[in-house]
């Protein structure tokens, strides 16, 4: 028994005539006649009681029909549930998102879902360092990452989503508040900081914009995640250097952000991707990334 032949079975029972289902079906009534005895056979029972002027089921056709009906319906609702899986529309992908990229994370989710909402997106905000093991280990179909995070080679690509600043954070009672950013006052100020370890591209970066300014920070506390650092600063721990877009993304109460003027404060943001990625599902969403940002 197949599901052709439970068609051709549903066919003549709508049409009562073997030759008009046979046509609607786009095969001969030979053929059709062939496929409803080759079914009868496998149930052991006749279907159809036929003669020269007319067809009727059988009482054992009348039972088989609902079963026959919801066979097709069946099979017809996993051929289209497969399809859409192996086309992306439905489906999951994965994404790995340092916190400061919230905004464009956000911006990417909501025209995606509109358009694919069948489609389950599993994300995962990571620390500097889980992003670059995730990105060797090709562990996820997506990268919301700093550029310099990417590994270096043909393994991956990826599009400038965005740019961003590293600012001075200080408590809000501190001195420096409405007052000129002057490095070579902050020699004897306490430094907080995430270790090298867990965020090393934020870690690099601040110090490069320290030593460029001649200034050593003097380091006293330091955190594996840039939103513990901000925390602390509007705790009185310190000063810190941190990305802009994090005070967007978190309430720090009592912490005033101040500019550290030059073009080395900037970042570049990226969306990066495994360039033999299979996942159909991930291929509609980099359709999307390019819409937004490939400009």
């Known amino acids: 028994m197949d599901i052709n032949q439970l068609k051709y079975f549903i066919a003549v029972v709508e049409t009562l005539n073997f030759t008009e289902a046979a046509r609607r079906n786009g095969i001969t009534q030979p053929a059709i006649s062939h496929h409803i005895g080759e079914l009868e056979k496998f149930l052991g029972s006749k279907l159809f009681i036929r ?63 509109s358009k694919y909402p069948d489609i389950n997106v599993d994300i995962n905000f990571t620390s500097g360092r889980s992003q670059v093991i995730a990105m060797n280990k090709a562990k996820y179909d997506f990268h919301f990452a700093v550029e310099e995070m990417v590994p270096t080679g043909e393994t991956f690509d990826y599009l400038v989503s965005h740019r961003d600043r590293l600012v001075m954070a200080v408590p809000a009672n501190h001195h420096l508040v409405g007052q000129p950013l002057d490095f070579s006052k902050l020699h004897n100020e306490r430094f907080v900081t995430v270790t090298q370890t867990d965020g090393p591209a934020l870690y690099n970066e601040i110090m490069k914009v320290c030593s460029a300014r001649g200034y050593k920070p003097k380091i006293t506390c330091q955190y594996d995640r840039a939103e513990a650092v901000l925390l602390s600063v509007g705790a009185g721990l310190g000063i810190a250097i941190i990305p802009e877009a994090l005070s967007k993304v978190f309430y720090a109460e009592n912490v005033v952000f101040i500019d550290i003027p030059g073009e080395d404060t900037l970042r570049t943001y990226v969306i990066a991707w495994h360039r033999d990625m299979t996942n159909p599902a991930a291929h509609l969403f980099l359709k999307v990334v390019k819409e937004l940002f490939d400009k």
Do not use: N
């Not at 020269?52 to 059988?58: D, E, I, N």
């Not at 192996?86 to 994404?95: A, F, L, R, T, V």
């Open 51 to 113: 003669s020269r002027r007319s067809v009727s089921l059988t009482e054992s056709g009348k039972k088989f029909l609902p079963y026959a009906v919801e066979m097709v319906e069946i099979a017809e609702k996993a051929a289209f549930q497969v399809k859409q899986m192996e086309d992306g529309y439905k489906g999951q992908i994965s994404i790995a998102a340092l916190t400061t990229s919230s905004a464009v994370l956000s911006s990417c989710l909501s025209s995606f879902s």
